[in-house]
Nanobody, 122 residues
Framework: QVQLVESGGGLVQAGGSLRLSCVAS????????MGWFRQAPEKEREFVVA????????DYADSVKGRFTISRDNAKNTVWQQMNSLKPEDTAVYYC???????????????WGQGTQVTVAS
């Protein structure tokens, strides 16, 4: 049973930074794309970023380009998301995901974490 566990969320002032972490357990990933989605209150789940296993391909949502950076350590089954210049509209629950395709579609991912809350105060 694969589990994804996120950490690093919290409350931050606009313009601040947070770093989210996600650790996968249950088995060693060998080719999975990992990434992040987010969901704000009363809004649909939104793609944020995804990175392929090799790191050779990364896809960011336009809303976070230049502010968010994804990185991963395959040996540790861990992915991070560095979030800089945070805005109130970044407030959401952030979900770590893993799957076998690089896509912005939620149904393209087989594994989801429980989510971590990020709140950006204006």
């Amino acid at each position: 049973q694969v589990q994804l566990v996120e950490s690093g969320g919290g409350l931050v002032q606009a313009g601040g930074s947070l770093r989210l972490s996600c650790v996968a357990s249950g088995r060693t990933f060998s080719r999975e794309t990992m990434g992040w989605f987010r969901q704000a209150p009363e809004k649909e789940r939104e793609f944020v970023v995804a990175m392929t296993w090799s790191g050779g391909s990364t896809d960011y949502a336009d809303s976070v380009k230049g502010r968010f950076t994804i990185s991963r350590d395959n040996a540790k089954n861990t992915v991070w998301q560095q979030m800089n210049s945070l805005k109130p509209e970044d407030t959401a629950v952030y979900y770590c995901v893993a799957g076998y395709t690089e896509t912005a579609r939620p149904d393209g991912y087989d594994y989801w974490g429980q989510g971590t809350q990020v709140t950006v105060a204006s």
